[in-house]
């Protein structure tokens, strides 16, 4: 009995370094068929929206997509017998983007017949968020993580300030400039700032009088000052990211997580021992 056991947690443990760690040849080939797999699922699910390319290879890329939701579906299986812990992987962001990646399939059987033309279409749109199944292959840029909610205070004061100063400008242009030109209220005119000062400029609506471009002008200016605001806030956090404590890359076997820190020897979403 206990021969058995060992067996098991001995082809369990294999099994656990080719699916979830990438520094063996096995773990790496898994990853690059993984990785191929997503790709071709997306543009096989980007092609069949194209009506001449539905009706011409419906049924090719249907067997396709059937295929491919049929490996996702044992990778999944797979996933969650290697790991002690199951349930912690299935409530992980990983874990909840697999499953997301495998449901609009199976709807569509329930959805058959009287299914609306936009109910199939958001089951195919589902199926495109099997993107974020390349989160896995990220693991390097885990400090972008730390940058982004690092700055995310700062950002959302710039915001604030943006935000005001779209609202202050749109309405001076509502005042300056004729309803003809297009300003015909405060909201509309705030468009135009935001359009102006994010320097998209559409063009659908511009300014005639002298005041109005000058006021125009000098919000365009603001625009380019404005982008660099925010880069230079997360480049700052993200160099301060990378001169802290890097991250362990192993995945718990327990949860199937990432993000440990370099000297953790246990995992701090589930206590399993790395």
């Known amino acids: ?17 080719i699916i979830y760690e990438a520094n ?3 773990g790496k080939a898994f990853d690059i068929g993984l990785l191929i797999a ?17 009706q011409r290879f419906g049924t090719l890329f249907s067997i396709i997509e059937w295929t491919f939701t049929g490996l996702f579906t044992i990778e999944y299986i797979l996933r969650l017998v290697v790991i ?14 697999d499953l997301l990646a495998l449901i609009p399939s199976y709807l569509s059987i329930i959805f058959v ?9 958001a089951l195919r749109l589902m199926r495109v968020f099997r993107i974020f199944k390349l989160g896995r292959f990220l693991s390097e840029m885990k400090f972008l993580t730390v940058a982004i909610s690092g700055s995310l205070r700062k950002i959302s004061i710039f915001m604030l ?21 297009g300003f015909s209220s405060i909201p509309e005119s705030i468009y135009w700032a935001i359009v102006t000062i994010t320097t998209v400029g559409y063009g659908d609506i511009s300014p005639v009088t002298p005041m109005g471009k000058f ?3 000098f919000m365009m200016l603001i625009g380019y000052a404005i982008i660099a605001v925010p880069t ?4 700052t956090e993200m160099a301060a990211a990378a001169r802290n404590k890097g991250f362990h890359h192993q995945v718990c076997p327990g949860c199937g997580r990432e993000g440990h820190d370099q000297d953790a020897n246990f995992c701090k979403y589930c206590a399993t021992k790395l």
């Open 38 to 54: 997503i790709f071709t699922s997306i543009l096989v699910v980007m092609l069949d929206s194209i009506d001449s390319y539905h």
């Open 215 to 217: 006021v125009a002008s």
């Open 113 to 121: 017949g009287g299914q609306s033309l936009l109910a199939l279409r």
């Open 24 to 26: 063996t040849f096995a």
């Open 232 to 235: 230079g806030i997360i480049t």
């Open 1 to 17: 009995m206990n021969t058995e056991n060992e067996k098991y947690k001995d082809w369990r443990a294999k099994l656990h370094e």
């Open 84 to 97: 002690k812990h199951p349930l912690n992987y299935v409530k992980s962001p990983l874990g909840i983007v």
């Open 161 to 181: 300030t943006v935000l005001t100063l779209v609202v202050i400008l749109g309405s001076v242009m509502y005042l300056v400039e004729n309803r003809e030109n």
